[in-house]
C-alpha cells in the first residue's frame, strides 16, 4: 500500500506560481514512477506530468510544457510540481498518482488539491 497526500494548492492571479507537493509513505519511494494528474469540471481528468524512478526522465503534456516543472525528493519521499505563468485553464483538482515497478497505470491515488487561477 500507497498513500500519498497533496499540498500546496490555492488561489492565485494568472501569471503567478505555485508549487504543490506530494507526500508518500507506505512503500520504497524510489522505486515508483510519480504523475501528477488534473481534474477540471465538467471534464475528464487528464495527464500533467511524469517523472521515473531516478528523476533524471520526466514527461509532460503539452498544455504545461515550459511552464510546469515536476521534480522528487527521494531522500523526502516527496514529489513535487512546480507551476509557473499559470493560466484560467489551469484550474483544477490536481492529483499525485503513483505507478508501481513493473505494472501498466497507476495503482495508488491522492485526495487530490485545488488550484484556482484567477483572471
Known amino acids: 500500500q500507497v498513500q500519498l497526500v497533496e499540498s500546496g494548492g490555492g488561489l492565485v492571479q494568472a501569471g503567478g506560481s505555485l508549487r504543490l507537493s506530494c507526500a508518500a509513505s507506505?512503500?520504497?519511494?524510489?522505486?515508483?514512477?510519480m504523475a501528477w494528474f488534473r481534474q477540471a469540471p465538467g471534464k475528464e481528468r487528464e495527464f500533467v506530468a511524469r517523472?521515473?524512478?531516478?528523476?533524471?526522465?520526466?514527461m509532460y503534456a503539452d498544455s504545461v510544457k515550459g511552464r510546469f516543472t515536476i521534480s522528487r525528493d527521494n531522500a523526502k519521499n516527496t514529489v513535487y510540481l512546480q507551476m509557473n505563468s499559470l493560466e484560467p485553464e489551469d484550474t483544477a483538482v490536481y492529483y499525485c498518482?503513483?505507478?508501481?515497478?513493473?505494472?501498466?497505470?497507476?495503482?495508488?491515488w491522492g485526495q487530490g488539491t485545488q488550484v484556482t487561477v484567477s483572471s
Open positions: 498518482a503513483a505507478n508501481l515497478p513493473g505494472r501498466a497505470g497507476y495503482d495508488y
Open positions: 507506505g512503500r520504497t519511494f524510489s522505486t515508483l514512477a
Open positions: 517523472i521515473f524512478w531516478s528523476g533524471f526522465r520526466t
